[in-house]
């Protein structure tokens, strides 16, 4: 039976030097698409048949440019700044790169006619008072369900 292929052509991925935008990247290429990288960083483009590009997202007209030039018909968004630590000092700073990168992205995209986009984000589980934080995610595998999770959607539909 042939394998289902959802993209073909060129896929551009924001933030590849990044943990999942690297294995992305290199799965998109071995795939035989023409994969376009970003990162902040100067990066060969001998890695794997990657073409990278630098630039910062933030920079509204580099990514215009960049996104007329290579015309994906699939983008990946995974940049943005991000960091785990618990420090309110941090927020403005990675709220500004994650809105302003995802706007100018969204804007070079439609201007160019690419139908595709996904964007990807990330959460922390909580760390407050609460004895029984809400997971994150749920299992990738199929397991029983934890009961803390069955009393969370019970809570959320409003029964005991």
Do not use: Y
């Not at 991925?13 to 035989?32: D, E, N, V």
């Not at 994969?35 to 100067?42: C, D, K």
């Not at 630039?55 to 983008?75: C, F, G, Q, S, W």
């Not at 995974?78 to 709220?95: K, R, T």
């Amino acid at each position: 039976m042939p394998q289902s292929r959802p993209f073909t052509g060129s896929a551009l991925i924001t933030g590849a030097g990044g943990f999942l935008g690297s294995k992305l990247s290199a799965r998109l290429a071995r795939a035989g698409l023409t994969v376009h990288a970003t990162s902040r960083m100067e990066r060969s483009s001998s890695d794997e048949g990657v073409r990278w590009w630098r630039l910062t997202m933030e920079d509204a007209r580099a990514v215009e440019e960049l996104v007329r030039e290579i015309k994906p018909d699939v983008i990946f968004h995974l940049s943005g700044l991000a960091n785990g630590a618990p420090d309110m000092g941090l927020v403005s700073e990675i709220f500004h790169s994650q809105v302003t990168s995802t706007v100018n992205l969204l804007t070079a995209a439609t201007g160019a006619g690419c139908r595709r986009i996904v964007l990807a984000g990330s959460l922390e589980e909580p760390r407050g008072m609460d004895p029984e934080p809400v997971p994150a995610s749920a299992p990738a595998k199929r397991e029983p369900i934890p009961a803390h999770v069955l009393a969370l959607i019970a809570k959320m539909k409003g029964k005991p």
